[in-house]
């Protein structure tokens, strides 16, 4: 169906092989730009903390220190100013995370995203990280594919269930190449961005994120973001009862800390403009505190840690190298304080890394605490570093399955699944009873632009047009006067609907429901009930489901369905069962809804 502003002139819909052959187009176009994405952030971050032009990778959190010492400070407020001079510029919708506004895309604005978003979000975002911004990768790329995926179906001229589509399958596409977790990408389109899930939105997704996914790894290597250098605990280790207790323990504070962290980053995302009205002052401001921190930390424990996504301080706590509690309690921490003032400051990056840094720091200073209370306990400190990681990510999204899915693909350690399901179950139910939007609609609720907070299966598409229609009907002549119809409806019991036949075939429909206007008449008088009748109109069995009946009436742009009997050759009008308009289609969803 086409949306709302869509015409019929304007769109095409195409079929179900054009669809999937754009979508591996998006997919493929994906991958080669979370290429370009990625090298162009090792290689600012090289010419930003050591002055060289070099795409070696080095780590940032973890390896060496800049020898710029004191002026660490300005570089993430240089990187900062620049981020907001090209947004402002160039395209306001490219700062923040990017996750947000592709939601808001979906639901407010038909699934259209500016092209030239691709393009300032690349750059925008590969200023932020590389400067020192400690925000993540995820939430870039995942706006720069939906930007793609958008633009070929802009250009396509795609009705906009079918540009939503192109969008959700670049977003899949974004994650799987940066993360090289194809299995969790498609569960983060699913959960979050499609409004619908079906065959038809299903399969774009698959191929686009497949073809990122071959990409990525051709580049990149097919190795696991994250490889662990043993498996730590075994399963039986695992089911001590001890140890499930604990397991719904780091839950429960996972939820908590994921709660902190949306409502610490919704208030920075306030005070910050209130504090600072003009743009470059609140970057400067701002980012002078990330350089700070950054200074402090190398001071203090010779590495920067939380500067970028974190991804090299995560793969520092599930290897081992940071297991003493207080850094590990700072660093949680640390990074909900320095994520939320990047955002809040103007920072283009995404949240969804920095979770999975909180949620390492929470759980490996949860482990450390176990440890500390009993040396001998038979699960280490990077086991729960994994557990957290998960449990605050999906605290924070509410997306159960794609934060189990992808901590399974990024560590490949099975023996963790039990233990991540029910930390991220209680997590999430926590999260939930605190507060009910998760980390990206409630930054829409602020911006006064709500989605869904629970997206129903469509089960009312699967209704049959007779359990929806409305069967207070009756029949009568085309030529009967308009005097003569009102007597004889009024005798009749006032139906909805009568149904006009003419020379024993069907007219038109003239409508007694107040919610269905009859045509316009034009100030003349009409003298039979012809005169009145709505004549565009689809005819549909009594046992067709209301996806095809939908269906038809788009198709056909027509105002009613006259449901007749399922049986063959041409319908007369005693075979005319009932009806379905626009109101009766409403009161068949909010019956589905509210069951």
Same mark, same amino acid.
């Given at each position: 169906?086409?949306?709302?502003? /869509?015409?019929?002139?304007?769109?095409?819909?195409?079929?179900?092989?054009?669809?999937?052959?754009?979508?591996?187009?998006?997919?493929?176009?994906?991958?080669?730009?979370?290429?370009?994405?990625?090298?162009?952030?090792?290689?600012?971050?090289?010419?930003?903390?050591?002055?060289?032009?070099?795409?070696?990778?080095?780590?940032?959190?973890?390896?060496?220190?800049?020898?710029?010492?004191?002026?660490?400070?300005?570089?993430?407020?240089?990187?900062?100013?620049?981020?907001?001079?090209?947004?402002?510029?160039?395209?306001?919708?490219?700062?923040?995370?990017?996750?947000?506004?592709?939601?808001?895309?979906?639901? =407010?604005?038909?699934?259209?995203?500016?092209?030239?978003?691709?393009?300032?979000?690349?750059?925008?975002?590969?200023?932020?990280?590389?400067?020192?911004?400690?925000?993540?990768?995820?939430?870039?790329?995942?706006?720069?594919?939906?930007?793609?995926?958008?633009?070929?179906?802009?250009?396509?001229?795609?009705?906009?269930?079918?540009?939503?589509?192109?969008?959700?399958?670049?977003?899949?596409?974004?994650?799987?190449?940066?993360?090289?977790?194809?299995?969790?990408?498609?569960?983060?389109?699913?959960?979050?961005? %499609?409004?619908? $899930?079906?065959?038809?939105?299903?399969?774009?997704?698959?191929?686009?994120?497949?073809?990122?996914?071959?990409?990525?790894?051709?580049?990149?290597?097919?190795?696991?973001?994250?490889?662990?250098?043993?498996?730590?605990?075994?399963?039986? @280790?695992? /089911? =001590?009862?001890?140890?499930? !207790?604990?397991?719904?323990?780091?839950?429960?504070?996972?939820?908590?800390?994921?709660?902190?962290?949306?409502?610490? &980053?919704?208030?920075?995302? @306030?005070?910050?403009?209130?504090?600072?009205?003009?743009?470059?002052?609140?970057?400067?401001?701002?980012?002078?505190?990330?350089?700070?921190?950054?200074?402090?930390?190398?001071?203090?424990?010779?590495?920067?840690?939380?500067?970028?996504?974190?991804? /090299?301080?995560?793969?520092?706590?599930?290897?081992?190298?940071?297991?003493?509690?207080?850094?590990?309690?700072?660093?949680?921490?640390?990074?909900?304080?320095?994520?939320?003032?990047?955002? !809040?400051?103007?920072?283009?990056?995404?949240?969804?890394?920095?979770?999975?840094?909180?949620?390492?720091?929470?759980?490996?200073?949860?482990?450390?605490?176990?440890?500390?209370?009993?040396?001998?306990?038979?699960?280490?400190?990077?086991?729960?570093?994994?557990?957290?990681?998960?449990?605050?990510?999906?605290?924070?999204?509410?997306?159960?399955?794609?934060? $189990?899915?992808?901590?399974?693909?990024?560590?490949?350690?099975?023996?963790?699944?039990?233990?991540?399901?029910?930390?991220?179950?209680?997590?999430?139910?926590?999260?939930?009873?605190?507060?009910?939007?998760?980390?990206?609609?409630?930054?829409?609720?602020?911006?006064?632009?709500?989605?869904?907070?629970?997206?129903?299966?469509?089960?009312?598409?699967?209704?049959?047009?007779?359990?929806?229609?409305?069967?207070?009907?009756?029949?009568?002549?085309?030529?009967?006067?308009?005097?003569?119809?009102?007597?004889?409806?009024?005798?009749?019991?006032?139906?909805?609907?009568?149904?006009?036949?003419?020379?024993?075939?069907?007219?038109?429909?003239?409508? &007694? *429901?107040?919610?269905?206007?009859?045509?316009? &008449?034009?100030?003349? /008088?009409?003298?039979?009930?012809?005169?009145?009748?709505?004549?565009?109109?689809? $005819?549909?069995?009594?046992?067709?489901?209301?996806?095809?009946?939908?269906?038809?009436?788009?198709?056909?742009?027509?105002?009613?369905?006259?449901?007749?009997? *399922?049986?063959?050759?041409?319908?007369?009008?005693?075979?005319?069962?009932?009806?379905?308009?626009?109101?009766? %289609?409403?009161?068949?969803?909010?019956?589905?809804?509210?069951?």
């Amino acid at each position: 169906m086409s949306g709302a502003g /869509d015409t019929q002139d304007s769109t095409r819909e195409v079929n179900m092989i054009v669809l999937t052959l754009l979508a591996l187009a998006v997919g493929l176009a994906t991958g080669v730009g979370a290429v370009i994405f990625r090298s162009m952030l090792v290689g600012l971050h090289n010419f930003f903390f050591f002055g060289e032009l070099s795409l070696t990778p080095t780590s940032g959190a973890t390896g060496p220190l800049s020898p710029l010492g004191f002026l660490i400070i300005l570089v993430p407020v240089a990187g900062g100013v620049a981020v907001v001079w090209l947004t402002r510029r160039f395209a306001p919708e490219a700062k923040g995370g990017g996750i947000t506004d592709v939601m808001d895309a979906v639901y =407010h604005r038909e699934g259209k995203i500016r092209p030239r978003v691709a393009v300032v979000k690349t750059i925008a975002s590969a200023l932020s990280i590389g400067s020192g911004a400690t925000v993540g990768r995820e939430g870039p790329i995942v706006q720069i594919g939906s930007a793609i995926g958008s633009a070929v179906a802009q250009f396509s001229r795609l009705p906009s269930w079918q540009r939503i589509t192109l969008l959700a399958a670049g977003a899949s596409a974004g994650i799987s190449a940066t993360f090289n977790t194809p299995l969790g990408a498609v569960l983060f389109a699913l959960e979050l961005i %499609l409004p619908e $899930i079906s065959a038809r939105t299903f399969l774009p997704v698959v191929i686009a994120t497949g073809s990122a996914t071959y990409v990525g790894r051709v580049v990149f290597g097919s190795y696991p973001a994250f490889v662990l250098p043993e498996i730590y605990f075994s399963a039986s @280790e695992m /089911d =001590h009862i001890f140890n499930l !207790g604990s397991f719904v323990v780091l839950g429960l504070l996972s939820g908590l800390v994921a709660w902190g962290f949306i409502r610490t &980053l919704l208030f920075a995302g @306030e005070v910050m403009p209130r504090r600072f009205p003009n743009e470059y002052m609140r970057a400067a401001a701002g980012f002078a505190g990330i350089g700070i921190a950054l200074f402090l930390f190398a001071h203090f424990t010779g590495h920067y840690y939380i500067i970028g996504g974190g991804y /090299d301080a995560i793969a520092a706590i599930l290897e081992g190298h940071v297991t003493s509690f207080a850094l590990l309690a700072v660093l949680c921490l640390a990074q909900v304080l320095a994520t939320s003032l990047s955002i !809040g400051s103007g920072a283009s990056g995404g949240v969804f890394a920095p979770m999975l840094f909180i949620g390492a720091a929470l759980g490996g200073a949860f482990g450390a605490f176990l440890h500390m209370v009993d040396k001998s306990h038979g699960i280490g400190i990077p086991d729960y570093a994994i557990i957290g990681m998960a449990a605050v990510a999906g605290g924070g999204t509410g997306a159960a399955m794609t934060a $189990i899915t992808m901590n399974f693909e990024m560590t490949r350690d099975y023996n963790i699944i039990v233990p991540l399901i029910i930390a991220v179950a209680v997590s999430i139910g926590l999260r939930r009873a605190l507060m009910a939007d998760n980390i990206f609609s409630a930054e829409l609720v602020r911006r006064g632009r709500p989605v869904p907070k629970d997206r129903y299966s469509n089960l009312y598409l699967v209704r049959s047009a007779r359990e929806v229609m409305d069967s207070n009907i009756a029949v009568m002549s085309a030529d009967l006067s308009v005097a003569d119809a009102a007597h004889w409806v009024t005798e009749a019991g006032m139906p909805n609907f009568l149904v006009l036949q003419a020379e024993g075939r069907i007219h038109g429909v003239v409508s &007694l *429901d107040s919610r269905i206007r009859t045509p316009e &008449l034009l100030g003349r /008088d009409p003298e039979t009930v012809r005169d009145m009748a709505i004549v565009d109109y689809v $005819i549909v069995r009594e046992n067709n489901i209301l996806e095809e009946v939908m269906r038809r009436l788009a198709q056909r742009n027509a105002k009613l369905a006259l449901v007749v009997k *399922d049986k063959p050759g041409v319908p007369r009008p005693a075979d005319v069962l009932g009806i379905i308009g626009k109101p009766q %289609l409403a009161d068949a969803i909010l019956k589905t809804q509210m069951r």
